[in-house]
């Protein structure tokens, strides 16, 4: 998957299945929107975060967990706890976009 970096704010839409991987500024406050754009889900959308440095994510050897929010099915946001370094969203249905903001 492609990487981004987040200067300030980052959005992507169409996402079906896996985003591209959002890196972030340790140091900053970050928010994401998790926006379902279509479909009526069951199993929805999760964010995922890393701890793994901007180059690892780059080149697709970060390790990634799920945020403690969980899954959802319906629009949200999240504050992003520091010192995360990149997210990304899964999809398993629907259709999503993401939006991360940097503070």
């Known amino acids: 998957m492609p990487a981004r970096t987040v200067f300030n704010l980052e959005e992507q ?3 079906t299945s896996f985003s ?4 972030v500024n340790p140091t900053r406050e970050v928010a994401a ?3 379902l754009t279509a479909g009526t889900p069951t199993t929805g959308a999760r964010l995922q975060i890393t701890l793994d440095d901007a180059e690892r ?3 697709g050897t970060a390790t990634w967990v799920n945020s ?3 899954s959802r ?3 949200g946001a ?3 706890l520091r010192p995360v370094s990149g997210l990304r969203l899964v999809a398993t249905d629907g259709t999503w976009a993401l939006q991360v903001r940097q503070a």
């Open 13 to 15: 839409t169409g996402i």
């Open 20 to 23: 591209d991987e959002f890196i």
């Open 33 to 35: 929107v998790l926006r």
């Open 57 to 59: 994510i780059a080149a």
């Open 68 to 70: 403690p929010l969980g």
């Open 73 to 75: 099915t319906s629009t």
């Open 78 to 80: 999240e504050k992003v």
